[in-house]
Structure formats: structure tokens, C-alpha cells
């Protein structure tokens, strides 16, 4: 049962990082956001293909160098984040309202989705 679970979340996240990957092509810095979701599809797609390299210390600080670097990326966003409100709009509920409607924070919103 929890195969078939395992199975199912990779897919589903193999083919919504997949999409994520292809409509950032419209994006202003397309680069970045690309290969930032194009890392958690193939690590999906490993995953769906075989589990014998969770064995392999290699692959495990592979995980945590990447899961680091979105940590990083996610508290750069997220201070660029606080840098705007503290410079905007002083109403909470106003900027939060707003903030998918700001490019970083759908990028905040998008590296807290790759973390997941």
C-alpha cells in the first residue's frame, strides 16, 4: 500500500514540476526557474524508476545539497518578500492579498511547493 502511495505522489509530482518547468519558458529569467523545476521532476523520475539508490551515501547528500540550496533560495525570496512589505503598504491582510499577484511571491509560493 504505501508503494502504491509512493508510486502515485512521485508521478503526480513528476508531471506538475514537468509542466511548472515548461511554462516558465515565458517568465523574465526563465533560466533560473526551469532547471529549479526540472531538479525535483528527474529526482521524481529517479524515484519512480528504481529505489536501490537510497542506499548510496552519494544520493543521500545529493538530497541534502539540494534541499540546502532551496532552503537558501527561500530565504533570499522570502527576505525580498519582507524588504517590499516593510517598504509598502504597511496592512498585512492588504499584502498578503496581493502576493500572488507579485512575481516574487509566486516564487516563494513555487520554491515552498519544490521543498514539499
Not at 521524481?44 to 533560495?73: G, M, Q, V
Not at 517590499?84 to 509566486?106: C, P, T, W
Request: with cysteine; net charge neutral; hydrophobic share 55%.
Amino acid at each position: 500500500m504505501a508503494l502504491c502511495v509512493s508510486l502515485a505522489t512521485n508521478f503526480l509530482f513528476l508531471t506538475f514540476f514537468s509542466l511548472a518547468a515548461y511554462v516558465q519558458q515565458n517568465d523574465p529569467n526563465p533560466y533560473l526557474w526551469v532547471i529549479a523545476y526540472t531538479v525535483p521532476a528527474v529526482i521524481c523520475l529517479a524515484e519512480l524508476i528504481t529505489d536501490k539508490h537510497k542506499d548510496y551515501p552519494t544520493y543521500n547528500r545529493l538530497h541534502l545539497s539540494l534541499l540546502l540550496l532551496y532552503f537558501l533560495l527561500l530565504l533570499y525570496l522570502g527576505a525580498k518578500l519582507l524588504f517590499m512589505f516593510s517598504a509598502a503598504d504597511k496592512r498585512l491582510y492588504s499584502f498578503l492579498s496581493h502576493v500572488l499577484q507579485i512575481e516574487n511571491g509566486r516564487e516563494f509560493l513555487g520554491v515552498c511547493l519544490i521543498i514539499l
